[in-house]
């Protein structure tokens, strides 16, 4: 499965030999930024919201009215037939979950945010945790070990560079974390970053864990969404009934950080970071 989300696109993703890779120009970069700065704006109101008391449809009715004051459209609204805006992804729920009124959130929460939106045919794709009032100090770690493993993987992109290399580095970010916090965590395996640009989901899938030099080569033009999700607990994970909410299988908490980023001459650029 891809994260972001929906799941189905795993397999078709990760085979990535012998299909094309989208490549943008400057001018469609500047529209994909156009987008992303939509999703920032969407994630700024829903962080600012989060609060006990407040149910995830809420959090989720503040993002699609953003959105859609801003010319956009929500772009995870109907897709396979996910009936929200956003992911709200509470606790031990990791990726996917769905907005509801009876999801209200309480003191100590973490919850994850996946916003995703469509400006001019062009997509925006971001996700970052939230803290509910007071949270530990172990689920702090968790979520800055996942931002760093996020910016660790953006730091990695570069012309020329196989898709691995960023990869690579986010596990090396991970491990580095985990020692530095005296502590292991859980790597989730099924899900990870893909492709995005006219679609929302596209060539290649990158996993967050893997040794360098594997896979394709990345080109000024390509737009790729990094996601790293780690865990307190296992890796393993278990898909609830209502087809779409991923949760631990150990019911350990999660964390999960998304930006969009486009492999340019000057550097990676990150489409979905505030102005």
Sequence with gaps: MTGGLLGGLR????????????????????????????????LAGVAAAARPGVSTAELDELAEQTIRDAGAVPSFKGYHGFPASICASVNEQIVHGIPSR????????LISVDCGAILDDWHGDSAVTLYVGAVTDAERALSDATKAAMEAGIAAVAPGARLTDVSHAIENSIHASAKAHGREYGIVREYGGHGIGSAMHMEPFLPNYGKPGKGPRLRTGMAIAIEPMLTLGVEETVELEDGWTVVTADGSRAAHWEHTVAVTDDGPWVLTAPE
Excluded at 14 to 38: C, F, H, N, Y
Excluded at 102 to 109: N, P, R, T
Aim: proline share 2%; aromatic share 2%.
């Design 11 to 42: 397999t078709a993703l990760s085979s990535w030999r012998g299909r094309m890779i989208e490549i943008k120009t400057p001018a469609q970069l500047d529209a994909m930024r156009a987008a992303g700065l939509v999703v920032a704006s969407a």
């Design 102 to 109: 009876s999801q209200v959130l309480a003191e100590g929460d």
